[in-house]
């Protein structure tokens, strides 16, 4: 039994260092980084600077770079700008924090008003009263209709 | 209570508005590179942004309003566009002409990477100063719209013409000289 817990355990860190260790993948990369020039992302463009970018994933990925290690290094050169995702720090961090608030916002917008139609609705059924000559109007009407 | 939350409400939503409206006010009066070569066209030698950049061609950093009292030819280019090759050799040519006489060019590389435009300094024997400016942080400034575009400031960094695309054209480089010759005077 305890070996093969100590197996398990091994096989289990084989399998994260391998995993940490599987090179990036160039499209993935391309996906998640922008061209500086057309500012779509590399995978959508054929500009002459995102076709150097691509060159330049390849080239670091075949020298063993991380996915993280070439993001940087394209920050280095082009800005935070080459990042289809805003960091998740700083001033890019209002790039999340917005669409958030917007949707909180206008949740409590939605509820407030929901609850308000709803009284408003129930209120109406009470208090509403026919007048008695113009219930009887209706019904002259409707009795036109039918005949 | 419920009238006053909603005046709150409806005080909320006209702030909102009115500072959206400030927002747009604000940029579209910042917004003034698309002016400069119209205002230079019209002749009113509209002064040119500053910016500090690092060099390419050496340590440290360039200020343009550092070189005030020199004119100025200010190329935006980059390794990977092609009219910038062709246009590279005759900026060389124009800074050893008109070095002397009190004209430095600058070569603005912009959406590069560092490695790109060293070499192309290299390749084209390029000697005048070389400034980066990776994200192109610059470029609004300017009204910069494509690779390359060329600026000629005066002596008092403000811009007398300014030129899309390349400069080494028959009918431009007699504009472009035309320009230099403006710049010097001032």
């Known amino acids: ?147 | 209570m419920a009238s006053r939350a909603r005046l709150v409400a409806q005080g909320v939503a006209i702030g909102l508005v009115a500072l959206l409206f400030i927002l747009l006010a604000w940029s579209l009066l910042n917004d003034e590179g698309g002016d400069l070569a119209a205002a230079a066209a019209r002749g009113d030698r509209p002064a040119a942004p500053d910016f500090t950049l690092e060099r390419l061609d050496e340590n440290g950093e360039l200020q343009l309003s550092s070189l005030q009292g020199k004119a100025v030819l200010l190329n935006v280019w980059a390794s990977w566009c092609i009219p910038c090759k062709e246009e590279a050799p005759f900026l060389e040519e124009i800074w050893r002409e008109n070095r002397d006489r009190g004209l430095v060019v600058v070569g603005l590389n912009a959406k590069d990477f560092r490695a790109d435009a060293r070499k192309f300094a290299e390749r084209f024997d390029l000697t005048f100063p070389l400034v980066y400016d990776g994200p192109g942080e610059t470029l609004d400034g300017f009204g910069v719209t494509g690779f390359p575009e060329t600026f000629v400031l005066d002596r008092e960094g403000r811009v007398v013409e300014a030129f899309a695309g390349a400069v080494d054209g028959d009918d431009t480089r007699e504009r472009l000289a035309a320009a230099i010759e403006r710049a010097l005077e001032t």
């Open chain 1, 1 to 147: 039994m305890t070996r093969a817990v100590a197996l398990a355990v091994v096989l289990g860190a084989l399998a994260a260092g391998v995993a940490t260790a599987a090179p990036p993948n160039a499209a993935d990369l391309e996906a998640e980084l922008v061209c500086p020039v057309c500012e779509t992302t590399l995978d959508q463009s054929t500009a002459p600077v995102a076709e150097r970018m691509k060159t330049f994933i390849r080239v670091r990925i075949a020298a063993g770079d991380s996915g993280q290690d070439i993001k940087d290094a394209l920050v280095a050169e082009f800005g935070t700008e080459v990042l289809a995702e805003p960091p998740g720090g700083g001033f890019g961090l209002l790039a999340w924090l917005l669409p958030l608030g917007a949707l909180g916002a206008g949740l409590v917008v939605v509820a407030v008003l929901v609850r308000r139609w709803s009284r408003r609705g129930s209120g109406d059924a009470d208090d509403e009263q026919l007048d008695p000559e113009l219930e009887r109007l209706v019904d002259d009407e409707l009795a036109r209709f039918d005949g």
